[in-house]
């Protein structure tokens, strides 16, 4: 078969326009809450709204009285009331009658957006009116807000299975941490708050659940990994997970936000409780936006203290930090969050010594867990901007002081192995440093649109302008020993003297979350089965047909989808040879193991690959109203092999966007354990206006060895620089360090004027 | 809720007599969300989009005549309308987003008592007059004497505004409106600064300066007024006009600025808007 990718229309390297770009353009596209079937019944999710309280009574035949309503489902029709990502603490629903099979105390509200009930009703307005007329009655419990409080325990979030809301810890001892401070000519250190972020995805939670023919429990929804929710739908039901199918729509941003459950549980139930009562009909259930606000978790909010200790020639001796997370009120997977900015607090450098201590902490707030990062923005922002204030003190090139510490081919990480072969940081560094040197000329930049606050044409003395740099490293795939894998199925159609396959159908379980995975997957099959990419069909997320692909997160699918695709490929071929028509292959693929860290050194091999990020941004700072203006990001990228290259920068810039909000405006505002403003008109993402004018994407392709085609990852990384860069610019523009955001004028003024940052 | 859609005033102020709870709307741009979040609904919405003298904008006269219902994206794309009133266009074209202008309106804006109302604060630097319609027939007042703190106006139940009048500038006089928002559209001002000046050979001869989002309602600031007239709009003056500005503001301690920041950033913006317009009207 040809392996040459230019004979391929639409192989890999190409920017081949994808498949599903015309409907999504158009509006055509059906996203779950467009996918309502006519003789739908609807249901409504009934919230607790209690951050902490005990459920006394729970009475439904007010609810069920009501004109409309069908039937309310409760915790006695869950048959194990239990769910969770990484750990099962969390009840599906909220209620007094217990089945008994699981230790979660389900009896206690720990979250508003606890689960009471679910509605289910003839109308949409009949199921709201049936959840208005629950009779339930409270005991309201003391509550832990925050990590401050809950550090204290006087108040245990989960009393019955963590005996301290301190309840996931990891260490990391490297070196000889004292003789680290003695070699030590300098020490920077900080306190930083990072704020939570909400994912802000356009589709909102959505799904519609029935019996399918083969009398399957099926929920059609948008999540990021449908063997997954199977798995947790399985579980909660009490059903053999191939009594279960989950289906992905068309779906409208994910960003980790849809990782774990949101309605796939709670549909699945309410199509059961349907079928039971004999009702042959779907059942559909759409959040709004605030129910999508408060009902789902956010990036997390964490304070670190970090201390960085080095010689007068930038040379780094020592790193400490203490990390804590507020996990909220249940894990969600905030353990394995907290992994990733346990390693990334230490910055992509050599660090001969070291000591940190990051923990997981439950409050009555809400959830944090995976949100594009995953950890390592955190992490990240905390080393990138010790390393700038660093530089700052000893009068050094913030990107020559990176140069003297960064890893590279060989070099040992904090967790005392060697990193993965393929060490592309210093590329992304020296490719930042020649298109935007630090004492480059700063070209002022037109807006996108003006800022309203501003004269216009006006070349203002209070407007002062500066530039920041970062740089990191991100982990492509699941850490510390996951069983990680992905599976893939093709079939090759043809007659049986073809020497080559007329058309191809691939199998696969991604998640096309918005990022393009499935045109990569397209992509990927055509390059390798030598036809053009029209020829391939492809069928994808549908536990019914395709294979476990793991979750579309940790920046993964593109070299875990790859590999397997890679794999099925050969399997195929070798049945094509045989002469089987179609020839089908499958495969799973399973790359290096990695392993679970020692709990006292951190010591062991954490990740498998990663991708290599360094950022320059350029930003005005109106000294008199505190706005700031980004005019220019230069982004580079070590993506090993661009598969479709406008989707990498599209994944470049849509990350740069998102880490924009979490910078500069995005403010969520949890208090005594609510989201105060769970509206898009309180809760302000960036619009076009206010995005940077000029993002230039630098995509090296240096090749994981590994990787598919060399392909590494790239959703992830261009995000966890952005932060630490734009807190650079700022302060070479102003001389203030803001040690947290987001950077709102009001903030920003505030600092100008105090010299440090207002805390939130 | 019924939909109503008059062709007439008359019909219009019918409507309204006949039912309290009847309420008019132009875009409707406030008045859905304020429904949807759980206000009362009227039992009737009078649409008042068909009626020929709330959709339109031109000059007669001497004076300008602006409906009460067009589009803020008609006047924003007026060439004339913008020439002669440039902070006007400008305050006009910063409500919503560019969607958002296709239905706002200054009838809307200004009737929806907001503080932080875009238009206003120009409406009144510009002296505009507002003909408001009634059970007992019309009358004209100024745009300032509508609204009289949040969420309320001076109409009686069965009146609406139905256009605005505007005198047509004299010679060498401009306006300029600036406005802080934390991003650069969709969201509610901060401040808002709309200032008017008349300049004669590089001094200026007779000034307005009003500020939105300060106050329960738009506050004009006398002092600041009286240190530009006579002025060349030298840095003193600058300086006393923010100073004004900053001491005229009675602002709210919100999710969007701290009462302090208010003070502070209406100053600098005055200040900002009183160049502008300056440079305008020197030109």
């Known amino acids: 078969?040809?392996?040459?990718?230019?004979?391929?229309?639409?192989?890999?390297?190409?920017?081949?326009?994808?498949?599903?770009?015309?409907?999504?353009?158009?509006?055509?596209?059906?996203?779950?809450?467009?996918?309502?079937?006519?003789?739908a019944l609807h249901a409504v999710v009934v919230f607790t709204a209690q951050p902490h309280a005990r459920l006394v009574s729970l009475d439904v035949a007010p609810a069920e009285a009501v004109d409309g309503v069908v039937t309310v489902v409760t915790a006695a029709d869950v048959p194990v009331n239990e769910y969770g990502l990484t750990m099962f603490d969390q009840p599906v629903l909220i209620g007094l009658d217990d089945t008994g099979r699981s230790d979660v105390r389900c009896d206690v509200s720990r979250w508003e957006a606890d689960h009471l009930a679910i509605v289910i009703a003839h109308t949409r307005a009949?199921?709201?009116e049936g959840a208005a007329a629950l009779a339930v009655e409270w005991e309201p419990l003391p509550l832990v807000p925050d990590v401050e409080s809950a550090r204290r325990d006087l108040v245990l979030v989960h009393a019955e299975t963590a005996p301290s809301n301190t309840y996931y810890e990891m260490a990391i001892t490297k070196g000889d941490i004292e003789a680290g401070w003695a070699a030590a000519d300098v020490v920077i250190e900080g306190r930083y708050e990072l704020p939570h972020q909400e994912h802000a995805y356009l589709q909102v939670e959505a799904g519609t659940a029935w019996i399918d023919d083969e009398g399957r429990v099926t929920v059609e929804t948008s999540g990021q990994w449908t063997h997954e929710d199977r798995e947790q739908i399985a579980h909660a039901l009490?059903?053999?997970?191939?009594?279960?199918?989950?289906?992905?729509?068309?779906?409208?941003?994910?960003?980790?936000?849809?990782?774990?459950?949101?309605?796939?549980?709670?549909?699945?139930?309410?199509?059961?409780?349907?079928?039971?009562?004999?009702?042959?009909?779907?059942?559909?259930?759409r959040w709004s936006r605030e129910e999508s606000i408060v009902g789902h978790h956010k990036r997390h909010r964490a304070t670190i203290e970090a201390r960085l200790g080095a010689t007068r020639d930038g040379r780094i001796t020592a790193v400490e930090a203490d990390v804590w997370l507020d996990a909220?009120?249940?894990?969600?997977?905030?353990?394995?969050?907290?992994?990733?900015?346990?390693?990334?607090?230490?910055?992509?450098?050599?660090?001969?010594?070291?000591?940190?201590?990051?923990?997981?902490?439950?409050?009555?707030?809400?959830p944090g867990g995976a949100f594009r990062g995953f950890g390592g923005p955190q992490g990240a922002f905390v080393a990138e901007t010790q390393m700038n204030k660093?530089?700052?003190?000893?009068?050094?090139?913030?990107?020559?002081?990176?140069?003297?510490?960064?890893?590279?081919?060989?070099?040992?990480?904090?967790?005392?192995?060697?990193?993965?072969?393929?060490?592309?940081?210093?590329?992304?560094?020296?490719?930042?440093?020649?298109?935007?040197?630090?004492?480059?000329?700063?070209?002022?930049?037109?807006?996108?649109?003006?800022?309203?606050?501003?004269?216009?044409?006006?070349?203002?003395?209070?407007?002062?302008?500066?530039?920041?740099?970062?740089?990191?490293?991100?982990?492509?795939?699941?850490?510390?020993?996951?069983?990680?894998?992905?599976?893939?199925?093709?079939?090759?159609?043809?007659?049986?003297?073809?020497?080559?396959?007329t058309s191809v159908d691939v199998f696969h379980g991604g998640a096309e979350v918005g990022q393009g995975n499935h045109a990569a997957i397209l992509q990927m099959t055509a390059d390798i089965a030598g036809v053009d990419v029209d020829r391939v069909r492809g069928h994808f997320s549908d536990t019914a047909v395709s294979g476990d692909s793991g979750s579309a997160s940790a920046s993964r699918l593109t070299f875990m989808a790859g590999n397997s695709v890679l794999g099925a490929a050969e399997e195929a071929e070798k049945a094509w040879r045989d002469g089987a028509r179609p020839a089908i292959g499958a495969f799973r693929y399973v790359p290096p193991p990695t392993e679970t860290l020692d709990p006292e050194t951190g010591a062991g091999q954490p990740n498998f690959s990663y991708g290599y990020m360094a950022q320059v941004v350029d930003v005005s700072v109106d000294t008199l109203t505190g706005h700031i203006r980004v005019d220019r990001v230069v982004s580079a990228h070590d993506v090993g092999r661009a598969i479709n290259p406008e989707l990498v920068k599209g994944q470049i810039e849509g990350a740069v966007v998102q880490a924009h909000g979490y910078v500069l405006s995005e403010h969520l505002v949890v208090d005594e354990g609510r989201i105060r403003n769970p509206r898009l008109s309180q809760y302000l993402i960036p619009g076009i206006g206010d995005v940077p004018t000029e993002v230039e994407s630098v995509i090296l392709e240096l090749g994981d060895p590994i990787g598919p085609w060399g392909a590494r990852?790239?959703?992830?990384?261009?995000?966890?620089?952005?932060?630490?860069?734009?807190?650079?610019?700022?302060?070479?523009?102003?001389?203030?360090?803001?040690d947290t955001f987001p950077l709102t004028p009001s903030r920003v003024l505030a600092g100008l004027r105090d010299g440090a940052a207002d805390p939130l | 809720?019924?939909?109503?859609?008059?062709?007439?005033?008359?019909?219009?102020?019918?409507?309204?007599?006949?039912?309290?709870?009847?309420?008019?709307?132009?875009?409707?741009?406030?008045?859905?969300?304020?429904?949807?979040?759980?206000?009362?609904?009227?039992?009737?919405?009078?649409?008042?989009?068909?009626?020929?003298?709330?959709?339109?904008?031109?000059?007669?006269?001497?004076?300008?005549?602006?409906?009460?219902?067009?589009?803020?994206?008609?006047?924003?794309?007026?060439?004339?309308?913008?020439?002669?009133?440039?902070?006007?266009?400008?305050?006009?074209?910063?409500?919503?987003?560019?969607?958002?202008?296709?239905?706002?309106?200054w009838g809307g804006n200004l009737c929806n008592a907001s503080p932080a109302a875009d238009s206003v604060p120009a409406l009144v630097a510009n002296a505009v007059r507002a003909v408001v319609a009634g059970s007992n027939g019309e009358r004209t007042v100024p745009v300032e004497e509508i609204v009289t703190g949040p969420g309320q106006t001076?109409?009686?139940?069965?009146?609406?505004?139905?256009?605005?009048?505007?005198?047509?500038?004299?010679?060498?006089?401009?306006?300029?409106?600036?406005?802080?928002?934390?991003?650069?559209?969709?969201?509610?001002?901060?401040?808002?600064?709309?200032?008017?000046?008349?300049?004669?050979?590089?001094?200026?001869?007779?000034?307005?300066v009003a500020l939105g989002a300060v106050a329960p309602t738009v506050v004009r600031v006398p002092d600041a007024e009286a240190a530009l007239v006579g002025s060349t709009l030298d840095d003193a003056t600058l300086e006393a006009v923010a100073a004004a500005a900053s001491a005229a503001c009675n602002p709210i301690d919100d999710k969007r600025g701290t009462i302090e920041y208010r003070r502070q950033v209406a100053g600098v913006l005055a200040k900002r808007a009183a160049t502008i317009a300056a440079e305008r009207a020197n030109a």
């Open chain 1, 328 to 366: 909220g009120a249940y894990n969600y997977t905030s353990n394995k969050v907290l992994g990733n900015a346990h390693l990334s607090v230490a910055g992509a450098y050599e660090v001969p010594n070291a000591r940190i201590d990051s923990r997981a902490v439950y409050t009555h707030s809400v």
């Open chain 1, 390 to 501: 660093l530089a700052e003190v000893l009068g050094m090139d913030p990107i020559e002081l990176r140069r003297r510490n960064m890893l590279r081919e060989g070099s040992i990480g904090i967790t005392q192995e060697p990193l993965p072969p393929g060490v592309g940081l210093p590329e992304v560094i020296e490719a930042c440093a020649e298109r935007a040197p630090t004492d480059g000329p700063r070209q002022p930049v037109p807006p996108f649109r003006s800022v309203a606050s501003l004269p216009t044409g006006v070349d203002d003395p209070a407007i002062v302008r500066g530039r920041g740099f970062a740089a990191g490293m991100k982990n492509v795939g699941f850490s510390f020993g996951f069983p990680e894998r992905c599976e893939a199925e093709i079939h090759f159609h043809g007659d049986a003297g073809d020497d080559r396959p």
């Open chain 1, 713 to 738: 990852g790239v959703a992830e990384m261009p995000y966890i620089t952005y932060a630490p860069a734009v807190i650079a610019a700022v302060h070479d523009a102003t001389g203030v360090w803001f």
């Open chain 1, 238 to 285: 009490d059903l053999p997970e191939d009594r279960v199918r989950v289906i992905y729509a068309t779906i409208g941003g994910a960003f980790g936000g849809k990782e774990d459950m949101s309605l796939q549980i709670v549909l699945a139930l309410a199509a059961r409780k349907l079928a039971d009562l004999g009702i042959s009909r779907p059942v559909h259930c």
């Open chain 1, 1 to 39: 078969m040809s392996l040459d990718p230019t004979s391929v229309a639409g192989g890999v390297g190409q920017s081949h326009i994808r498949r599903d770009a015309d409907d999504k353009v158009t509006g055509a596209a059906t996203y779950p809450g467009d996918r309502v079937p006519v003789d």
């Open chain 2, 154 to 208: 001076s109409l009686a139940d069965d009146e609406f505004v139905v256009e605005f009048q505007v005198d047509t500038p004299p010679a060498h006089t401009a306006d300029a409106y600036l406005r802080l928002i934390p991003r650069t559209e969709m969201d509610i001002a901060v401040v808002g600064a709309a200032v008017r000046l008349t300049m004669d050979g590089g001094t200026c001869t007779a000034a307005t």
């Open chain 1, 126 to 128: 009949a199921a709201e």
């Open chain 2, 1 to 105: 809720m019924r939909y109503a859609a008059p062709t007439t005033v008359d019909e219009a102020v019918g409507l309204l007599a006949a039912d309290a709870d009847a309420r008019v709307f132009a875009g409707a741009t406030d008045l859905i969300p304020q429904i949807r979040s759980g206000r009362p609904e009227p039992s009737v919405l009078v649409d008042l989009k068909r009626i020929d003298r709330l959709v339109g904008v031109g000059e007669s006269g001497g004076t300008w005549t602006v409906g009460a219902a067009t589009p803020t994206s008609t006047l924003t794309a007026d060439e004339a309308f913008t020439g002669a009133f440039p902070g006007l266009s400008e305050a006009s074209g910063l409500i919503g987003s560019d969607q958002i202008q296709n239905r706002s309106s």
